[in-house]
């Protein structure tokens, strides 16, 4: 059995990088960037004002108040463009170029204009520089904004706009096809008979596959037949560059995708992590390169580990620069128990408390398949492999269940 996270070092390894391609400015938010953002010009690019008011030479105003000469008017996109001299001011607006020999904006509130707008009334002296944002002062023509395999926020997007990004080079969406095993599943739209249950894991791994970035598609229910199977991930390599499974990776009499997985040439890199929940956990290559994430029936154990492994493996498609679930520190509000050979990731509600550390609160669940339970999870609490009892009070690592 390997660990965690040599498990998650193997997905790495083994996921290449899809190639990028270009989308438009306004379909970029979300994705990874397959290309450094260089700024091609100076922000700003011109001394900007930052109120509305009037520029003026500091020195001028040390005696306010003080009455000056209104010269002209600078206007947000028509600057004006001559050079202010001693005892004159220029009437500005926010986001205006700032004129020549103006080093000062004493904002309007306190100003008086008189005279019909001929002469302004300084109140209050103002000094040198203020309300004044320098030429180049957020960044210069040429400097690196953003670095490859960063994810682009909306905040992002402005950057993108103001450096003339019309289209961005971002990393191709990767396309998962979610398969279940199991032959006492039905379809959501089906009231299940006797020893019957509704399929819940596609949506759940379809749901997590999007939020992740993919183009998700649901496959037909796969039973437990193996020659069903065999045909059902046959078909899904074809058009996809991922495939999830859940279900049939145990040690059960009906368990077949391994075997499947085997005699369709695929190469299986792992199918035993030391996980709780989530050890059978397999993850394979087709021969036409398709990854494979075989994930255990359960649906906790599903949501486990598709988000340790097949999420990293599908940011990492992308070009994320850190494709795998952060680990955070947080105060364990109720002991926990752990297990002798596994590591363990148990669901639990994460929230920052009024001291300001983040505080994780265990569930209490009835086990891996407790996916009602489950559903108030919002993160995950590490418990090492070897520990017996983490006691409340204790700091633990978490992630955050994507969401
Ligand atoms: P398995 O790994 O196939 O032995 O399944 C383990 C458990 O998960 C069994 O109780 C299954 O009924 C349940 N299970 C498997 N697949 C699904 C699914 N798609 N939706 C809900 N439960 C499932
Ligand atoms: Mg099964």
Do not use: C
Not at 24 to 45: G, M, Q, T, Y
Not at 311 to 323: D, F, I, K, V, Y
Not at 378 to 397: D, H, N
Request: charged share 20%.
């Amino acid at each position: 059995m390997i660990t965690v996270t040599e498990a998650i070092q193997i997905v790495k390894q083994q996921t290449p990088t899809l190639s990028p391609e270009l989308v438009k400015l306004e379909d970029a938010l979300d994705r990874f960037l397959a290309e450094a953002v260089i700024a091609d010009s100076d922000l700003p690019p011109f001394d900007r004002s930052q109120m509305d008011g009037y520029a003026v030479r500091a020195a001028d105003t040390h005696d306010a108040p003080v009455r000056l000469l209104i010269v002209g008017e600078s206007v947000a996109g028509a600057g004006w463009h001559y050079e202010l001299l001693a005892g004159q001011a220029v009437r500005i607006m926010t986001g205006a170029p700032v004129p020549k020999g103006a080093d000062s904006v004493q904002q309007v509130e306190l100003t008086r204009e008189l005279n019909e707008g001929a002469t302004v009334e300084i109140l209050r002296s103002a000094d040198l520089g203020k309300s004044i944002v320098g030429r180049s002062s957020e960044i210069r023509a040429g400097e690196m904004v953003l670095r490859e395999g960063e994810r682009i926020n909306a905040a992002m997007m402005a950057l993108l706009a103001s450096f003339g990004y019309a289209q961005v080079s971002v990393g191709r969406e990767p396309r998962v096809a979610v398969l279940a095993t199991g032959s006492e599943l039905v379809s959501v739209d089906r009231r299940p008979g006797q020893d019957q249950i509704r399929d819940s894991n596609n949506y759940s791994i379809g749901a997590y596959a999007a939020l992740a970035g993919a183009i998700v598609e649901l496959m037909p229910l796969a039973g437990d037949d193996p020659g069903l199977l065999k045909r059902q991930i046959t078909a899904a390599a074809e058009r996809s560059d991922v495939v999830v499974t859940s279900g049939g990776v145990s040690m059960g009499v009906y368990d077949f995708t391994k075997t499947v997985l085997k005699e369709l040439g695929g190469e299986i890199f792992f199918e035993r992590v030391a996980l709780r929940p989530g050890k059978p956990t397999v993850f394979a290559r087709l021969p036409n390169g398709v990854l494979v994430f075989g994930l255990p029936g359960n649906p906790v154990s599903v949501s486990v580990t598709f988000n340790l492994f097949a999420r990293t493996s599908l940011l990492a498609m992308q070009g994320a620069q850190e494709p795998a679930l952060e680990q955070e520190i947080a105060i364990l509000e109720r002991s926990v128990k752990g297990a002798v050979d596994r590591e363990s990731y148990l669901p639990g509600q994460i929230r920052t408390g009024e001291a300001g550390h983040l505080l994780a609160q265990p569930l209490k669940w009835g086990g891996s398949s407790d996916l009602v339970a489950f559903a108030r999870a919002t993160g995950l609490i590490r418990v090492p492999a070897g520990v017996a009892t983490v006691e409340i009070g204790s700091t633990v690592r978490v992630v955050r269940l994507p969401s």
